[in-house]
């Protein structure tokens, strides 16, 4: 059967998120789902695990598993008591390879980001493909689906005015903050960090653009919250301060806490009016918290909901990105019709050096040493096939049909391994 590569995502555009915190995958999980899975399915030749703030994604190849089993396993080893008929609901999922490198593109780029454009997305999904190599759950058609997002998340770089304005969650965040006190306010306003990971580097990043009267940090690891907060002159916080819930001194915020579910609790205390902004995913804050008086708490999906989405020349550059996603699909496309092309090439290859040997065995009076042998043969076979291979790799997909293809094999002697299916 042909391979194909293929992906199962939830995210918000198909669910709550509520629901998306309980399908999201810490380091650990996605290493005990990756073993899981592939052992499961022993047809998946690759595996790559990409969990964000907004979505989780399982992107894989395989001849005969099919993405809905690969979603209702997932379903089930997150819940073993799940009603699956429902959970499917909160899925989307493709078996086509074009439409899975369709889709890896749009998400690469920021077209299906809560937050349209974002720019943490691209090193979220690199560093999910280098766990899957560190594995050695990678292929070849999820190496060139990689290869082809980044080549065009370079050419919307450079040939769009996409980038331009360019803001991550981490920014709308303190966007939200100064709307909610007024800019004239913020240099009064005292503004606390907690966590010092990926969304918090964001957001360090981003505090130059906002004029708050302080800015403090806090980590349960104290030497990361001192180095983070170098960076802008933070003041570190103690993190005893946040476990007792104490934030009396502060009048603003931002939580990004990885594995640290309800954080902040009933317990909580504050000075007055104190806008929160949990961006950790399970979320760090107590949702009921939003019923107390002084606090003013936004969630992920509120922040996303309530600033308004991406400027004027990204919104008009969202097409001109589509297009060049939409080039970098067909590309992918022409070099999956040539893959029989690519293997009878190389079987050829093979054959001409094995027929070379043979002679050169046969009728050379004195042996050759191993690097002398290899350099003759690699020459002859590169000389003799260079023609051939320069004639069928300039050949339009649709000039090299399959019975031609089998034809070829079979004359020529060398043969190709089932190819993967667009």
């Known amino acids: 059967m042909k391979r194909a590569l293929r992906y199962i995502s939830i995210s918000h555009f198909t669910a709550s998120l509520k629901d998306r915190e309980r399908y999201h995958l810490t380091a650990d999980d996605r290493r005990r789902l990756s073993a899981a899975l592939c052992a499961h399915f022993g047809d998946v030749s690759s595996l790559m695990l990409l969990a964000t703030c907004n979505r989780t994604e399982l992107y894989f190849e395989s001849a005969a598993t099919q993405s809905d089993d690969l979603r209702d396993f997932f379903i089930r080893w997150v819940d073993a008591g799940a009603d699956v008929v429902w959970e499917r609901g909160l899925f989307q999922h493709s078996d086509r390879t074009a439409d899975t490198?369709?889709?890896?593109?749009?998400v690469g780029n920021g077209l299906r980001s809560a937050v349209v454009g974002d720019d943490q997305i691209l090193a979220q999904i690199k560093e999910a493909y280098q766990d899957a190599c560190a594995q050695q759950r990678q292929g070849s058609l999820l190496e060139r689906a990689i290869q082809a997002l980044h080549r065009c998340y370079k050419r919307v770089s450079n040939e769009t005015a996409f980038r331009q304005g360019s803001r991550s969650t981490a920014y709308r965040a303190l966007q939200l903050i100064e709307q909610e006190f007024g800019k004239g306010q913020l240099p009064h306003k005292q503004l606390l960090i907690v966590g010092a990971?990926?969304?918090a580097r964001q957001v360090v990043k981003y505090l130059p653009k906002f004029a708050f009267g302080s800015c403090a940090i806090s980590n349960r690891t104290t030497d990361t919250a001192l180095a983070l907060g170098a960076q802008q002159g933070l003041t570190c916080w103690a993190w005893?301060?946040?476990?007792d819930q104490d934030f009396t001194a502060f009048d603003a915020i931002i939580t990004a806490v990885s594995h640290r579910k309800e954080l902040i609790g009933s317990g909580v205390r504050v000075a007055g009016k104190t806008v929160v902004v949990d961006l950790a995913m399970p979320g760090n804050v107590d949702r009921k918290l939003r019923f107390h008086e002084h606090i003013r708490l936004h969630d992920l999906d509120a922040v996303t909901e309530q600033i308004a989405?991406?400027?004027?020349?990204?919104?008009?550059?969202?097409e001109q990105v589509e297009v060049l996603i939409k080039d970098e699909v067909a590309a992918y496309t022409?070099?999956?019709q040539k893959a029989r092309t690519r293997a009878f090439l190389a079987s050829y290859k093979h054959h001409i050096r094995a027929a070379v040997a043979e002679a050169l065995t046969a009728s050379v009076p004195h042996k050759l040493d191993a690097d002398e042998a290899e350099q003759l043969l690699e020459q002859v076979a590169r000389r003799l096939l260079k023609k051939t291979a320069t004639a069928m790799q300039a050949a339009p997909a649709d000039a090299l049909p399959e019975r031609t293809m089998a034809w070829l094999e079979a004359a020529f002697g060398a043969s190709s391994p089932a190819e993967p299916e667009p």
């Open 101 to 106: 490198v369709l889709h890896l593109l749009q």
């Open 197 to 199: 990971g990926d969304i």
């Open 240 to 243: 005893k301060n946040v476990e």
């Open 309 to 318: 989405q991406a400027d004027q020349h990204r919104k008009a550059a969202v």
């Open 334 to 336: 022409a070099w999956l």
